[in-house]
């Protein structure tokens, strides 16, 4: 047998790392086989815990500030899932931030529950998506018997929302509030705490340790914030969700990535924002965040252009003549994202890159406008409906099976139940013309209701 997937992944594990995850492949973690271990005495069970896992996420909750944390180690797909779950029943109306991560709408399937989605404000100038406005958020509460709604914040590029504004409407409808912060674990050991979901008072918050902390893949974190639901509610829902042979590995990895957090990160935090901020200042840095829907924006979310060289053609040099892994790249952009685990050495080895390959112009961003197609089935009712198959330009009219979303960012163009319009098929067009991939399509071909 041959080691194809070790023969890849060995191929960049000497190479600096701007993706996920946190711990940037660093010598960071004493975990060996010996430690893979499962529920024996004294070393508790995530599904009932009640020595070590307990003591553990005790210590997470008062760090974080949460009224119960749990450690969560199918990532934050499965902390979304059962956050879902909780606060939902079959039939439900929930609001869902279009902007939202792929679980977000498989647990619409799972939970047999019918979205009102929020548009996210789109920037055609400079194709970045910020937040969601409050006219916006109260016109959809109106008259749709609203149960729960979710939010993302940050987003992929480091905008935080006005939670505490949003959150306020909501609770006010007596809407519960369900926050996506995956990418928001490291706020907590950073000046940004203030504007973190839990400060603003989520019901529910969803934090990927993995992301932005040194901790394995797969691990997350749920916090319950609120008295709407008990500890026992939540252990029932995670216990749907969870498997029963947890990995010790990777919760032992959420323990030092935290530990690390507390004793050193907070203020290597802010020496990797010095460097960025060096880093800046010398390429001449002009990409503009601030946004009227943006109450602030991560500065370990480092979203780049190169003269001369479109996003992909970027990751693709950065990657193999720079020994540099970035996290993604659409059409225009780049992203790296700094752990504190990054060092100065390796802000200037991505200065020097950024420098070396800068010539020409700027790739010229197309505007594309991202309307809302009309839904006529809930997401389970067209996930469970028979399928056809059909080139995606003969689509008009019929009903999609599935979602058709530019990637990056994974916005929906249409999503389960939606109508196939000529708009949305231009956009498609349009979306591959420019070089953009295009996910949930085959051979140009889409999913349709039969």
Do not use: W
């Amino acid at each position: 047998m041959k080691s194809y997937l070790l023969d890849e992944v060995t191929k960049i594990e000497n190479k600096i790392s701007f993706g996920m995850p946190g711990h940037k492949g660093k010598q960071f973690f004493d975990l060996d086989t010996k430690k893979d271990v499962t529920e024996i005495l004294d070393t508790d069970n995530l599904l009932n815990p009640r020595g070590a896992i307990l003591k553990l996420e005790n210590q997470i909750r008062d760090i974080y500030g949460s009224k119960e944390s749990f450690l969560i180690i199918n990532g934050s797909t499965g902390a979304l899932h059962t956050a879902i779950s909780i606060a939902t029943n079959k039939g439900d109306n929930v609001l869902v931030q279009r902007q939202c991560h792929k679980s977000v709408y498989n647990a619409l399937i799972l939970n047999e529950l019918n979205p009102v989605y929020l548009e996210t404000v789109y920037d055609k100038n400079q194709a970045l998506f910020f937040g969601i406005t409050e006219e916006e958020l109260r016109e959809k509460i109106k008259g749709n018997n609203i149960k729960a709604c979710v939010l993302t914040s940050p987003n992929f590029y480091g905008g935080i929302l006005k939670l505490k504004e949003l959150i306020k409407i909501l609770h006010d409808n007596n809407i519960t509030v369900i926050v996506d912060e995956a990418h928001g674990a490291h706020l907590y050991f950073m000046d940004l705490k203030k504007y973190s979901a839990i400060e603003a008072g989520a019901d529910l918050v969803i934090n990927s340790t993995h992301k932005t902390i040194p901790s394995f893949t797969q691990t997350a974190l749920l916090h319950l914030n609120s008295d709407k639901f008990t500890r026992r509610e939540v252990m029932d829902h995670i216990n749907l969700y969870h498997t029963t042979s947890p990995s010790y590995l990777l919760m032992l990895s959420i323990e030092a990535g935290i530990k690390y957090m507390e004793e050193i990160g907070r203020d290597e935090i802010l020496n990797r924002i010095e460097d960025l901020n060096k880093l800046k200042e010398e390429i001449n840095y002009s990409i503009n965040f601030e946004h009227e829907t943006i109450a602030a924006n991560d500065p370990l979310k480092f979203l780049f252009r190169v003269r001369g060289l479109k996003g992909e053609e970027l990751l693709k040099k950065f990657l193999y003549d720079k020994d540099i892994r970035l996290e993604m790249a659409d059409l225009y952009y780049a992203l790296a994202i700094i752990s504190p685990i990054n060092t100065s050495e390796e802000i200037k080895a991505l200065k020097n890159a950024i420098k070396e390959l800068d010539s020409g112009s700027y790739e010229e961003i197309r505007p594309i406008e991202f309307a809302l197609p009309e839904k006529v089935m809930t997401p389970r009712e067209a996930f469970e409906g028979e399928m056809e198959i059909i080139d995606f330009r003969d689509a008009e009219g019929r009903i999609s099976k599935n979602i058709v979303a530019a990637y990056p960012p994974g916005v929906p163009i249409i999503s389960f139940g939606e109508v196939f319009s000529k708009d949305v098929i231009e956009n498609i067009i349009e979306l591959k013309e420019a070089g953009i991939e295009v996910v949930g399509m085959e051979n140009d071909t889409v999913e349709v209701i039969k």
